[in-house]
């Protein structure tokens, strides 16, 4: 049972992994995991199947799942409001809602913008001068 944890557990993380470097569609996770059931099933009831068989079909739907969450993830209504900008300037008004975080070579500020951008709340890297 413990090698059915483990393998769940690496093939989620390769899911993960995987969809970070890749762009795969919802369909395609799902694909996955229709796949992985199929096989987990047929295999399941024969007695004659080996674990192997039955631990790949977990690898699959873990991975499945993986590259699913991230795919959620990934899709976020906040960011997707960002994503037309792209490469581009855009001039963005919020209010900074904690007072600036000074560490050695620059200081971290959070911005929460106004209405219009969402009420977002974005993490901004400035230098230390001038002074905001």
């Not at 229709?34 to 977990?58: C, D, H, N, P």
């Not at 699913?68 to 792209?86: C, G, H, K, S």
Request: a positive charge.
């Amino acid at each position: 049972m413990r090698n059915f944890a483990i393998t769940a557990l690496f093939g989620f993380f390769s899911g993960v992994a995987f969809r970070s470097f890749f762009a795969l569609n919802v369909e395609f996770a799902v694909l996955l995991l229709f796949v992985a059931l199929t096989l987990g099933a047929v295999f399941w009831f024969r007695k004659e199947s080996g674990v192997l068989i039955i631990q790949i079909a977990f690898f699959i739907a873990a991975f499945g799942l993986g590259a699913l969450r991230y795919d959620i993830q990934d899709a976020r209504e906040d960011v997707a409001a960002f994503m037309p900008n792209v490469g581009r300037k855009i001039e963005i008004s919020g209010t900074v809602i904690k007072d600036p975080q000074k560490l050695e070579k620059f200081s971290r500020v959070i911005l929460k913008t106004d209405p219009p951008a969402g009420g977002v709340k974005i993490l901004l890297t400035l230098p230390h001068y001038p002074e905001i």
